[in-house]
């Protein structure tokens, strides 16, 4: 018997012009709804970004406010200036008056009668709290040049001085110790003293 050889037949359907649009269309769609969804995306980060940026802004500024008023009180520390009078020890000179100013990061700077004409400069130093966080105590530590006419040097003053704060901020006493030294070092004359102070408050214009 003669078998009859056929030809398989293709059965997979061709794509016609209809078929490639619809596949056209369809990856058309799917590329923009991509673009979409990209778009939004960025969007939301961009929007997440600025909702912190601003929360980091307003934390800031709060911060700098808090800073702000606490330097504002210094009911609790030195910090700011004062006018002061110095009381030495028997055998020192007569009393004499002092300008001081406390900065908030522990400086000090001060000044007082005549050190222009005896050739001193101005009093540099640092102070602290003594005693724990609640203390009304302070120490302060400065010292000052001393030179002749011609700008040799002729001593070296350093002062110790206690700061005892009263509860309205607006005044302080207390003791210090004053040591003389030579140009070279040596020591040459300790001594006591007393100081009293009254805070300088702002005095605007009517």
Known sequence: ??????????????????????LQTTKGENIMFMKKMFLALIIAAMTTMTVF???????TQAN?????????????????SWI????TAP??????????????DGGFVGTGDGDNFVGGSPQHGV??????????????????LFYAPDSSPTRLVKVRQTVILSRSGDTWHG????????????????????????????????
């Open 175 to 206: 003791p210090a110790k004053v040591d003389i030294f030579a140009p070279d070092g040596t020591l040459i004359f300790s001594g006591t003293a007393t100081a009293t102070a009254t805070r300088i408050q702002s005095e605007p214009l009517p």
């Open 53 to 59: 940026a601003q929360s980091d802004e307003n934390q």
């Open 84 to 87: 002061g009078v110095v009381t």
């Open 1 to 22: 018997m003669k078998l009859q050889q056929t030809t398989p037949q293709n059965t997979t359907r061709p794509i016609n012009g209809v078929s490639c649009f619809l």
């Open 64 to 80: 700098d406010e808090i800073t702000i008023k606490s330097n504002l009180d210094n009911s609790n520390n030195p910090t700011g």
């Open 91 to 104: 055998g020192g000179p007569p009393p004499f008056r002092v300008l001081m100013n406390f900065t908030a």
């Open 127 to 144: 102070w602290e709290r003594v005693g724990g966080k609640n203390s009304r105590r302070f120490a302060v530590t400065f010292r000052q």
